[in-house]
């Protein structure tokens, strides 16, 4: 008696702000799949909204009930096939998709990643120094072990690369150039979106960028400090 196949976890990357970087895989996969789950169903449905694809929505925010999990593990079970987005980017990057991973791959069931767009992918490819060895730290601790936090990025002996919030970026820049005054940075702002802007100096001087221009502290951030 064989054993009846197992539905596969598509991971699928989705546009970080330009639709045109969805993939054709990744759009035959999301237009294949019996489910899509994805962090927040009002963000899944402008992408799938797009390319007309309608399909049972699961989200699965941070910190979800593991019930929610067991429901994808039961439909792969059954041998129905699941994607996993996020709201922008790979899904596992600082965002709940490692935890239902982590739980399909435990249950026995194939998962199988479908690359393409990322902050820290796309940051990297135009930063021009040497990142053959980098330390990505996600995102800055908001208030608990921020100071931590920048003492480790300032003690680091390779480039350190994180993501920021408008909200707090002015004043984690500050931090730094308290912890770290000799190094520069490398600034990602909106990237592949209309605004998208890339700036590069120290990190007084990135500071002082932003504090003369407010109104470009919008967006999402990816930073590089080396």
Do not use: W
């Not at 992408?47 to 999990?69: G, N, V």
């Not at 003690?155 to 690369?161: A, I, L, Q, T």
């Amino acid at each position: 008696m064989t054993e009846e196949k197992k539905g596969t976890l598509y991971i699928v990357a989705t546009p970080i702000g330009n639709m045109e970087d969805l993939t054709l895989r990744a759009l035959r996969v999301l237009q294949e799949a019996d489910m899509i789950v994805c962090e927040d169903t009002r963000v899944a449905k402008k992408l799938l909204f797009r390319y007309e694809i309608q399909k049972t929505l699961l989200a699965i925010p941070q910190h979800s009930a593991t019930d929610k999990i067991d429901r994808v593990i039961e439909k792969l079970k059954q041998g129905l096939d699941v994607a996993l987005i996020t709201d922008a980017g790979t899904p596992g990057m600082s965002d709940p998709g490692n935890e239902v991973v982590a739980q399909v791959a435990a249950a026995g069931c194939m998962v199988s990643p479908i690359p393409g767009a990322s902050a820290l992918g796309a940051i990297v490819s135009v930063a021009g120094i040497n990142l053959q060895e980098f330390l990505f730290k996600g995102f800055p601790p908001h208030k608990k072990g921020r100071q931590t936090y920048f003492t480790e990025v300032a003690e680091s002996r390779v480039p350190v690369v994180y993501y920021e919030s408008p909200y707090r970026v002015l004043k984690n820049l500050e931090l730094l150039k308290e912890t770290a005054p000799t190094k520069r940075v490398i600034v990602g702002r909106e990237l592949t979106k209309m605004f998208e802007e890339i700036i590069r100096g120290t990190v007084g001087e990135t500071l002082e960028y932003y504090r003369q221009n407010p109104g470009k502290v919008r967006g999402e951030f990816v930073i590089v400090v080396y």
